[in-house]
């Protein structure tokens, strides 16, 4: 199967922590986006690349969270100094690039819980 | 801005019989819009979209969902359920109109689709 791949499933921190998680999209998508999703509601965006270049940030992306691509492969999110409120499960999208309505096509998420 | 409106938490249905979870939506130019299932511990898994032409479509596992434009809606529907289509729903949007290089999809809350042997 080649789908959207995450690492790790689950992650228990303490707060204060940092903590990273990486996602590994379909390899000819050149397209990575990121989504938290919290119990009882929808997916909501955090970011978006294309290739390497990070095109859009949400609001709700403090500046606790930073999100790579490096070379336009696999992504990272770290979020620093983990708090309570970022438990959480977070879901790594791809979806080709050669045009807009493509859909995007998710991975399993990391579960994040923060004690 | 976009939104989504799932209005029903929880939708029973008896196995056999049709299904239909529903979906509004509101954008401020047109519309591209998606359906996505997810079963417990799985991440999403697309359905089908809309994106032009016909306002019906057809998707995986025998789903169609129908597009209309005056009533904003997009309402997910199978003629026949089966026991292991429950799952939660959740219907999507993305304004083709919303700024350039925009491709953020808006869920909705998710609808609990439970078919009932």
């Known amino acids: 199967d080649t789908g959207v791949s995450q690492d790790p499933r689950h992650k228990i921190t303490k707060r204060g922590q940092n903590v990273t998680f990486r996602c590994d999209p379909i390899s000819e998508h050149n397209r990575l986006y990121w989504y938290r999703q919290t119990l009882g509601q929808g997916p909501e965006f955090l970011t978006y690349f294309q290739n390497e270049a990070q095109l859009e940030k949400s609001r709700l992306l403090s500046d606790r969270f930073s999100a790579e691509r490096p070379k336009g492969s696999f992504s990272t999110l770290e979020i620093q100094r983990t708090e309570q409120g970022d438990s959480a499960m977070y879901l790594c999208?791809?979806?080709?690039?050669?045009?807009?309505?493509?859909?995007?096509?998710f991975g399993p998420g990391t579960r994040l819980t923060v004690t | 801005a976009q939104s989504v409106a799932q209005p029903e938490d929880q939708v029973n249905v008896a196995e056999g019989n049709p299904l239909t979870v529903k979906c509004t939506y509101s954008v401020s130019g047109n519309p591209y819009l998606f359906w996505y299932v997810q079963y417990p511990n799985r991440g999403l898994q697309f359905l089908l979209k809309y994106i032009t032409g016909d306002n019906l479509v057809k998707g995986s596992y025998g789903f169609e969902a129908e597009f209309n434009k005056s009533q904003t809606s997009f309402h997910l529907k199978k003629p026949s359920a089966l026991v292991s289509d429950s799952a939660l729903y959740f219907c999507?949007?993305?304004?083709?109109?919303?700024?350039?290089?925009?491709?953020?999809?808006?869920f909705g809350k998710g609808t609990k689709l439970s078919v009932i042997p």
């Open positions: 999507a949007v993305r304004d083709i109109n919303s700024g350039a290089g925009s491709y953020q999809l808006t």
């Open positions: 999208a791809s979806s080709r690039s050669d045009g807009p309505s493509y859909e995007q096509y």
